[in-house]
């Protein structure tokens, strides 16, 4: 149990659909953090929020887009996604943007 | 050991022994270090961390050294158990700035033999 949960765990969607990914913390953490995790490369950090509010969006897609409505809850929206889109979503989140991060287990994406 | 961009390095060992894995981190302004362990279908769990004031830090089992000079980062694992076989990445940040952006290594995968 890492407090910081994903859901759905799997997501299989087809390019044309719309879906989201939801993310929850229960630390009191004030940032969090989207990355997707694709084989044989490293993490890359997508979006990170402070206090609610969007301080980075790492040259994303338009087809992706984050939404934090509270400090506790983040979101993922999905639509018109490629088949290069599938990965591993990692929802994170830490107290102050340079303490550690907690990661959730992930939401596994494939798109057909 | 680990550098990233090259292909997930590998490590083997026999229960019991010690591990250390690698990793060259890539910026020399960064200042604070982090061990991540993920295994097979979970997230990055964090491991211990360093910050550049310090050449070493101890935790249960594990003992991370940072090498500013030649920006190397080491994790040692005492007495490795087949529960510590997963992937370990170090990851760098810089705290200077205004965004505190997490740089991770590409990972080396641990295998313990029984």
């Known amino acids: 149990e890492t407090g910081v949960t994903q859901t759905p765990r799997h997501l299989v969607m087809g390019m044309t659909n719309k879906k989201s990914l939801k993310c929850e913390q229960h630390?009191?953490?004030?940032?969090m953090y989207w990355y997707k995790q694709s084989a044989k490369k490293p993490l890359e950090l997508m979006f990170v929020?402070?206090?609610?509010?969007?301080?980075e969006n790492n040259s994303v897609p338009s087809r992706f887009s984050p939404e934090c409505p509270n400090s506790s809850h983040l979101f993922l929206h999905l639509h018109t996604l490629q088949p290069e889109d599938s990965a591993l979503y990692l929802c994170a989140s830490s107290l102050k943007g340079n303490q550690p991060q907690h990661f959730g287990d992930g939401t596994r994406l494939s798109i057909l | 050991g680990e550098s990233v961009g090259l292909h997930l390095p590998t490590l083997s060992v026999q229960e019991g022994d010690n591990s250390i894995i690698n990793c060259a981190y890539s910026?020399?302004?960064?200042?604070?270090f982090i061990w991540y362990k993920q295994e097979s279908g979970k997230g990055p769990q964090f491991i211990i961390d360093?910050?550049?004031?310090?050449d070493k830090r101890q935790g249960q089992r594990v003992t991370v050294l940072l090498n500013k000079t030649v920006k190397h980062l080491s994790l040692q694992i005492a007495a490795t158990q087949p529960g510590d076989s997963a992937v370990y990445f170090c990851a760098e940040l810089y705290s200077g700035g205004s965004n505190y952006k997490l740089t991770f290594g590409k990972g080396t995968l641990l295998t313990v033999n029984p």
């Open positions: 929020y402070n206090f609610k509010e969007q301080t």
């Open positions: 360093i910050r550049s004031n310090m």
């Open positions: 630390l009191g953490h004030n940032a």
């Open positions: 910026n020399s302004a960064s200042d604070y």
